[in-house]
């Protein structure tokens, strides 16, 4: 079947650490979306990439990092450099254009510790 | 930049009956296309509907519906028969338009269907 795999489902994180979360899709899908949820906030973009190796910068970038080599894989990086790094992590998928909205992924929590 | 604004963070309802969710947006483009979204206890996002901006006609899925206002902006959901499975936090999305495809998302409205 086809679908959207985030890993792990919940990660632990230490002060000054980077942590990398896995966000792998088998739709054909060109475009890949990171997005955070805190409560209260809704959902906020992160990055996103429409293309194999291109990224862009959503509303609150700093702090984490992406690479798109492949096109099924989106892994998100939270470096040092985001200070307050607890939320839910949701990582979506979508045709080009996203007529048909976005397939998500189902999360990963990431806490710090 | 994009908004969206869902002005009700919490609601309730009995089940079998109807509640609307309000969602207006801001955007310059003239195509474009909005969403609805459910979230249970489990967060895993479930696409409810879809409205394409330039369909003068409302979108429905079986008990959902949407009322779709182009001019006014505006975009609310509405559930009829009300069921214990549509608890919920329900999200509505804008999609950017142009060639720069992504949501906005709202910040919520948390719907709880009691018994």
């Known amino acids: 079947d086809g679908g959207i795999t985030q890993s792990p489902k919940y990660l632990f994180r230490k002060e000054g650490q980077n942590v990398t979360l896995s966000c792998e899709q088998n739709l054909n899908h060109d475009a890949m979306y990171w997005y955070r949820q805190d409560p209260g906030q809704g959902l906020r973009l992160i990055y996103y990439s429409q293309i194999v190796n291109d990224f862009q910068k959503g509303d609150i970038a700093e702090g984490y990092s992406v690479s798109r080599e492949k096109k099924e894989s989106f892994p998100l990086t939270v470096t040092s450099a985001q200070k307050n790094p607890t939320a839910f992590y949701l990582c979506?998928?979508?045709?080009?254009?996203?007529?048909?909205?976005?397939?998500f992924g189902s999360g990963t929590r990431l806490t710090v510790v | 930049a994009q908004t969206v604004t869902q002005s009700q963070p919490e609601m309730s309802v009995q089940e079998a009956e109807t509640v609307t969710l309000s969602c207006t947006y801001d955007?310059?483009?003239?195509?474009?296309?909005l969403f609805w979204y459910k979230q249970p206890p489990s967060r895993q996002m479930i696409l409810v509907i879809r409205?394409?901006?330039?369909?003068?006609q409302n979108a429905t899925e079986n008990r959902f519906s949407v009322n779709f206002q182009k001019a006014a902006k505006s975009f609310s959901l509405k559930i009829s028969d009300s069921q214990l499975g549509d608890t919920a936090m329900y999200f509505c999305a804008s999609d950017s338009g142009g060639s720069n495809y992504k949501l906005t998302f709202g910040k919520g409205t948390l719907l709880t269907v009691n018994p």
């Open positions: 979506a998928s979508s045709i080009v254009p996203d007529i048909y909205g976005y397939t």
């Open positions: 955007t310059s483009e003239n195509n474009y296309y």
């Open positions: 409205q394409e901006a330039y369909k003068q």
